[in-house]
């Protein structure tokens, strides 16, 4: 699986790579970027509000320690309804986070950079060949032919 930050840093250097592959939805490149980026804000918003909570949480008990039970009843409810939030931004995380991973499986592994560009096993290039290349007889059977003979 290809990594966000590699995405990131060469969203047109990838885009280029699954060309050569043959890959055609190149949007998703766009798209997945896109999805981290929700993200990462989603993930800013509920870490501030949980920051906001936590001070607010711990001024309860500053105020409950003056006799200012008036105050600290008001930061009690501020503090239920930034859990409220904070349950409902965890649950947006949560559909983000599913939705990036199910389209990061859907793009290929690059091609390496040797890896020449076309769509059919002649546009390859041979890069070394070994040995001798057997000669099989004209009533030659494939070997996944072979195999179903032996079922």
Do not use: C, Y
């Not at 009843?73 to 930034?82: D, M």
């Not at 859990?83 to 290929?108: D, G, H, Y």
């Not at 091609?111 to 004209?138: C, M, R």
């Amino acid at each position: 699986m290809l990594q966000l930050q590699v995405l990131r840093q060469n969203a047109g250097a990838v885009k280029e790579r699954l060309a050569i592959k043959n890959f055609h939805d190149l949007s998703l490149v766009d798209k997945i970027i896109e999805i981290d980026d929700q993200l990462r804000k989603q993930k800013t918003e509920t870490e501030a509000l949980q920051a906001s909570m936590n001070a607010a949480s711990k001024e309860i008990g500053m105020l409950m320690g003056k006799g200012e039970k008036e105050k600290a009843e008001e930061k009690k409810a501020e503090v239920a309804k930034n859990k409220s939030a904070i349950q409902q931004l965890n649950e947006k995380l949560t559909e983000l986070e599913a939705s990036l991973n199910s389209a990061l499986v859907l793009l290929p592994n690059l091609p390496s950079e040797k890896v020449p560009p076309g769509k059919t096993p002649a546009d390859n290039i041979t890069v070394k060949e070994d040995g001798l290349k057997p000669q099989l007889s004209s009533g030659a059977v494939p070997h996944w032919e072979l195999i179903k003979n032996m079922i």
